[in-house]
């Protein structure tokens, strides 16, 4: 028996099974184990934040304390909760994600930041824009950008198939159908002009992905992590490709991992375009680099 079998076994009302897996999970070195218990037990239950609350003394069922049980074990096994509830929100769009997909996360909001800011010193948010996603995954920059963009048209790229899938179910279900995706490797099967060109490309080195903590390196997808040696070689290729399809006075913004803000700053410079600061995430680290093609 797991020591999540054990704690649900033991406790036979919500509020008391709520505190078992909370402890089971701080044991385990869970970063956020009473969040983590509370967002799985409602999920198990099927409860929102208000009824589980209401249902503290609430007598589980065999039935429910089973469930409980698989989502903990689930979670003792450093499975993400997004992936055990199937979603996570991002820019306030609930995104549902597969094996195929990263689970997006808050640091890449700085991007769809970056993007916005681009686009409001320079034009309109009501023009009619063309946007690319490259290495859209679940769709999470490119419909959070169409969600504040009433007239703009988004293309995302992938080279998992699955992941395209969710990325359209998730345009489909959001309304935001203003969207295509193509499956190709970056840019390659793309044809320009795009006024705005946005990805959270590859960017941990090979030698790297091993340390990473086991809820990624274990469950997001490797060909969404791995960016080479030095953890470049997917700025390059998106380097080689934005001088054709950006439209003059367009904007790349990229995403950045630790300490890659000045040599991919140099790449895209050596390709004819002009780095502009980075954009700071909420931690203070350099996390958007944005990208100005001359008009």
């Keep these: 028996m797991t020591r999540a079998d054990s704690a649900v076994a033991q406790a036979h009302i919500v509020a008391a099974a709520?505190?078992?897996?909370t402890a089971a999970f701080r044991a385990a070195g869970i970063e956020t184990p009473e969040l983590d218990a509370r967002v799985l037990i409602s999920h198990a239950l099927g409860l929102d934040h208000a009824g589980l609350a209401a249902a503290d003394m609430h007598r589980l069922t065999a039935e429910e304390q089973d469930a409980i049980?698989?989502?903990?074990?689930?979670?003792?096994?450093?499975?993400?909760v997004a992936r055990i509830l199937g979603q996570k929100e991002f820019w306030s769009l609930p995104l549902r994600v597969n094996d195929a997909t990263l689970v997006p996360r808050p640091e890449t909001e700085t991007v769809v930041e970056a993007a916005l800011?681009?686009?409001?010193?320079?034009?309109?948010?009501?023009?009619?824009?063309r946007i690319a996603d490259l290495g859209t995954g679940s769709g999470a920059i490119?419909?959070?950008?169409?969600?504040?963009?009433?007239n703009a048209f988004a293309v995302g790229t992938d080279l998992?198939?699955?992941?395209?899938?969710m990325a359209h179910n998730n345009a489909q279900r959001l309304g935001l159908s203003r969207a295509a995706f193509v499956a190709c490797t970056m840019a390659n099967a793309l044809r320009g002009p795009f006024d705005i060109i946005v990805s959270n490309p590859p960017y941990i080195p090979s030698g790297e992905i091993a340390a990473l903590a086991p809820e990624v390196r274990d469950f997001d997808p490797r060909l969404a992590l791995d960016g080479g040696h030095d953890g470049l070689d997917g700025y390059r290729e998106i380097a080689a490709a934005t001088q054709e399809i950006l439209a003059p006075g367009g904007y790349l913004v990229v995403e950045l991992g630790v300490g890659q803000a000045e040599p991919a700053a140099a790449l895209f410079a050596a390709a004819g375009l002009a780095p502009l600061p980075p954009?700071?995430?909420?931690?203070?680290?350099?996390?958007?680099?944005?990208?100005?093609?001359?008009?």
């Design 142 to 150: 490119a419909l959070a950008l169409l969600s504040e963009l009433p």
């Design 279 to 295: 954009r700071a995430d909420l931690n203070g680290a350099p996390r958007a680099l944005m990208v100005e093609k001359a008009a």
């Design 117 to 129: 800011a681009a686009i409001d010193a320079r034009s309109s948010r009501a023009n009619k824009l």
């Design 18 to 21: 709520r505190r078992e897996l």
């Design 69 to 80: 049980a698989a989502v903990g074990r689930r979670r003792l096994n450093r499975e993400p």
């Design 160 to 165: 998992s198939v699955s992941a395209l899938i």
